[in-house]
T-cell receptor, first 117, second 115 residues
């Protein structure tokens, strides 16, 4: 069974400092990995995804993520955090494409990012 | 704004009442998913549609839940005889096709509170 783990419930970082939000995954086959962000009382906004190719994926709002197959990780990063980055971040994995599967996303439990001025 | 809309945004109801939520996906997106998110958790899959066909339902979707997508466009999710445990955020997502490389785009969600 496929799963995603986000080991930190909360990450605190000072504005201007680099940030990392951790994600590890367990899948059979090639992983399709996603990061979403959720602001209070809002839906999920897509940030970036890894399908294949370069291990460093660039996404929206200056975020990037590094895919590491040997460590089964897909950590979200940003070189310089902003107060407005404070939100709930979700890592997700999607089932590989086969005729019998749903293509549903399987989410981690989320990590709250708090960026302080 | 992702282009996926949901209505209502908030619903407060009393236990035992029926509620219905609506999702309007991005036009021409032929797959539509419903997820449920409880406090402190990530979203969990409920069901999905390929055009108007409902192809899979999670075991989370008890027989009190029903979903439709009658013309392959908007979808409704109905909960009958609501229980306090149904209180959650209900999220809808749409995707252009079933390809794994595609991105699911989420609506703003409907927050249900059952008193």
């Amino acid at each position: 069974a496929q799963s995603v783990a986000q080991p930190e419930d909360q990450v605190n970082v000072a504005e201007g400092n680099p940030l990392t939000v951790k994600c590890t995954y367990s899948v059979s086959g090639n992983p399709y990995l996603f990061w979403y962000v959720q602001y209070p009382n809002r839906g999920l906004q897509f940030l970036l995804k890894y399908i294949t190719g370069d291990n460093l994926v660039k996404g929206s709002y200056g975020f990037e993520a590094e895919f590491n197959k040997s460590q089964t990780s897909f950590h979200l990063k940003k070189p310089s955090a902003l107060v407005s980055d404070s939100a709930l971040y979700f890592c997700a994995v999607r089932e590989p494409q086969r005729s019998s599967n749903t293509g549903k996303l399987i989410f981690g439990q989320g990590t709250t990012l708090q960026v302080k001025p | 704004d992702t282009g996926v809309s949901q209505d209502p945004r908030h619903k407060i109801t009393k236990r035992g009442q029926n509620v219905t939520f609506r999702c309007d996906p991005i036009s021409e997106h032929n797959r539509l998913y419903w997820y449920r998110q409880t406090l402190g958790q990530g979203p969990e899959f409920l069901t999905y549609f390929q055009n108007e066909a409902q192809l899979e339902k999670s075991r989370l979707l008890s027989d009190r839940f029903s979903a439709e997508r009658p013309k392959g466009s908007f979808s409704t999710l109905e909960i009958q005889r609501t229980e306090q445990g149904d209180s959650a955020m209900y999220l809808c997502a749409s995707i252009l096709s079933g390809a794994s490389t595609d991105t699911q785009y989420f609506g703003p969600g409907t927050r249900l509170t059952v008193l």
